[in-house]
């Protein structure tokens, strides 16, 4: 009965399945080193005007940086739980996009998709600024049309000039694109660590437990036999 | 050598069993003991189906536990806070990061109500299989079915919590269903939200629902269903007829416990392997179990491309959604809000739909066989669908809204005919089987 219960479970699950097939690059895996750097990308060019309001400024230790190190990044003073807000007020902020910008705290999670991951959305992003003479900032981004935020690291990718334009020519090239790829990866990698900043040591405890279930499932099948062998003696 | 009933516990002189003596003098202690544990006889050829009633009780308390934990911590609350968050939305946020072990406490519970559904599911269609519902049975069936629609309104009133894009639209769309009732909808849908459109005094009712008045009454209801089952007893999967042998206990039966509790921890230990696996390592579910979507804060401002709801809504969220033309002069949006809520109700009626002389699924033959495969494969289908935009197109070539028809019209068909097709059975049943495995 068990075997043939097998593939009627399964059957049942098949819902679960994902059957959208992956439409985003896959972001490359990032940790240690790298996630600092991105952290520090992050406070330089993005925290004047994007929060992490959910983010505290001491968690930046679960990081490895030390408690000096994380007082000399910060661009304002402040408290060791003071959350990660945006230094600019959210009416300047009106002015100058003509909307806040979201709080970014829970941006890799809400970014996941059927085409992929809320990594592979954020680098696709990062990637796909382009200049556009019809948008207020002068930037557009193929990923997120139409989007308020101007392309605030294009020093890093540089900028690609439409083609009709005649202007200056593409700044782009080759040995920037992977500097630029290896920053975003970075950056990216720390929203992840951002939008979910247990993760990690909850896949170490999960171990545990699920070792502990394996032996104690075995050893409740033993009990289980045990008293089965008692009743298959017995007569009706 | 059995215990009379009437018989109250003697101590031996020790001090927990004077202690015991006192206590069961006073209350049924040992009695009640007896009759649903150790003297409460079971058919002995329950199978792997029968787990998932008591699985279910595990994930009830499991919810109520992680949920008075999480009612300590929740707010609720749709005002913006410091940071222009909705103040719900960010407790519980700060539940996953600021609480020790929050995190664990949110994801068991976000987890524990697809769990919840998964087992009363397949709870139900042991039901199917076996004809559990049939008599003596049926009000123990009916206690089930209610249940299902408490257990419904319970997992719907605690998804709108987070204050999401999703809860908050699809509370949008599911209490703008009241709106389709004739004459006093619009008034019931406003009665039912608390104000002309969803917002805080939807979030505080839905908060009192989910954590007080539902709750009390699943727990009302899990008591009545116990309560019957313990006073008709279990069904089996060998089951006959009604007047089956093993089933009055005349062979076959043996003692609750130790020999079904044993097998019921072995399956409660199995379960928690798998959904502590999704619980530390999948705890999104790939979007399953917490969509993506909700991970934004409830705007009313901006809706979401496609409302989607949880997947054990979606099968029925199909049906609404499959009726787009009016039939019998019935407005679609009714016969939309008719069919989902008909679904559930109809199931009130099957043990006198179900005319079969033999019970159990292996003495049915191939016409019921036929008949429950299409019927899965129908719900299973709708549930697919609900997941899907309309406009989705199955396999390149079948308009997803005709799938989803198709599929509520034999979902329907299935139980309105079944007088007419469950009377066919072949005639010599084969030999029982009535292994304790």
């Known amino acids: 009965m068990k075997i043939r219960a097998v593939p009627i479970l399964f059957f049942l699950f098949l819902p679960f399945c994902g059957f959208g097939k992956a439409a985003l690059p896959k972001a490359p895996d990032v ?8 952290a520090e990308l992050f406070v330089d060019y993005c925290s004047g005007c994007l929060g992490l309001s959910f983010v505290r400024r001491d968690q930046f230790a679960e990081l490895g940086f030390s408690e000096k190190r994380i007082g000399e990044m910060m661009i304002t003073d402040g408290y060791p739980g003071q959350p990660m807000r945006p230094t600019a007020t959210r009416e300047d902020q009106k002015l100058w996009f003509g909307a806040v910008p979201p709080d970014l705290s829970l941006a890799a999670r809400a970014r996941a998709s059927e085409k992929g991951s809320g990594a592979d959305w954020l680098t696709a992003y990062l990637r796909s600024f382009r200049r556009d003479e019809s948008r207020p900032t002068g930037w557009n981004n193929d990923v997120f049309a139409n989007v308020a935020m101007p392309h605030v690291l294009w020093e890093m990718q540089g900028a690609e000039s439409p083609a009709a334009d005649g202007r200056a020519a593409s700044t782009r090239d080759a040995a920037r694109a992977g500097e630029y790829e290896r920053r975003i990866a970075g950056l990216v990698g720390f929203l992840v660590w951002a939008s979910d900043p247990s993760a990690a ?25 045990e008293y089965c062998r008692e009743i298959e003696n017995e007569r009706d | 050598m059995k215990t009379p009933p009437s018989e109250k516990y003697r101590s031996n002189g020790g ?41 279910g009780l595990i994930v009830l308390s499991m919810q109520i536990l992680t949920g008075i934990f999480l009612a ?31 995190w664990l406490i949110r994801t068991t519970h976000s987890t524990g109500a697809s769990a919840f559904f998964l087992v009363v599911y397949l709870h139900i269609f042991r039901c199917l299989l076996y004809g559990s519902y049939r008599k003596p049975r049926e009000l123990l069936w009916i206690v089930g079915v209610l249940i299902f629609y408490l257990l419904m309104a319970e997992a719907f009133t605690g998804y709108v919590l987070p204050w999401g ?12 269903l009241a709106s389709a009732v004739p004459f006093f909808g619009n008034s019931l849908a406003d009665w039912v939200r608390g104000d002309f459109s969803v917002g805080g005094a939807t979030l505080g009712r839905f908060f009192a629902l989910h954590v007080i008045a539902l709750p009390l009454a699943l727990i009302l209801l899990i008591v009545l269903h116990l309560l019957a089952l313990r006073e008709v007893g279990s069904s089996h999967p060998d089951a006959l007829s009604i007047h089956d042998p093993v089933e009055t206990g005349e062979i076959g039966s043996i003692p609750f416990h130790p020999y079904y509790t044993v097998r019921e921890l072995h399956a409660a230990s199995v379960f928690f392997l798998v959904f502590f696996a999704v619980v530390f390592f999948a705890p999104e579910g790939g979007g399953t179990l917490l969509e993506s979507e909700n991970f934004l804060p409830a705007d009313p401002l901006k809706t979401p491309e496609y409302i989607e709801p949880v997947w054990y809504f979606t099968p029925f969220y199909s049906m609404l959604r499959a009726m787009t033309r009016p039939l019998f002069g019935i407005d679609p949006k009714l016969l939309g809000v008719v069919s989902m809520n008909g679904a559930v109700a109809i199931l009130f009626f099957l043990p006198w739909l179900d005319r079969s002389p033999v ?79």
Do not use: C
Not at chain 1, 31 to 38: I, M, N, T, V, W
Not at chain 2, 84 to 96: C, I, K, N, R, T
């Open chain 1, 201 to 225: 040591f909850r896949k170490r405890v999960g171990i545990g437990v699920v070792a502990f279930l394996l032996v104690f499932s075995a050893m409740t099948l033993a009990l289980k036999k």
């Open chain 2, 15 to 55: 001090l927990f069993a004077d202690l015991l003596e006192w206590l069961d003098a006073r209350l049924p202690l040992t009695a009640f003991w007896r009759n649903h544990f150790s003297e409460y006889r079971v058919p002995k050829n329950l199978n792997f189906w029968y787990f998932f009633g008591s699985l």
């Open chain 2, 359 to 437: 019970k159990s699924i292996r003495h049915r033959g191939a016409v019921f066989k036929l008949m429950l495969f299409l019927f899965v494969l129908a719900f299973l289908t709708l549930g697919f669908l609900g997941t899907k935009p309309p406009e989705h197109i199955v396999w390149g070539t079948i308009p997803g809204t005709s799938a989803a028809q198709t599929a509520t019209f034999f979902y329907f068909f299935f139980f309105l005919s079944m007088p007419w097709w469950s009377k066919i059975v072949p005639q010599a049943p084969k030999t029982r089987n009535l292994r304790f495995k």
């Open chain 1, 31 to 38: 940790r240690g080193k790298a996630l600092q750097e991105g």
């Open chain 2, 72 to 102: 300590m911590h929740y707010q609720p609350s749709a005002a913006p806070n410091a940071d222009g968050l909705p103040a719900a939305f960010a407790s519980v946020e700060y539940l996953m990061r600021d609480v020790n072990w929050g």
């Open chain 2, 165 to 176: 894009q999703m809860s908050f639209w699809a509370a949008q769309v599911i209490t703008d």
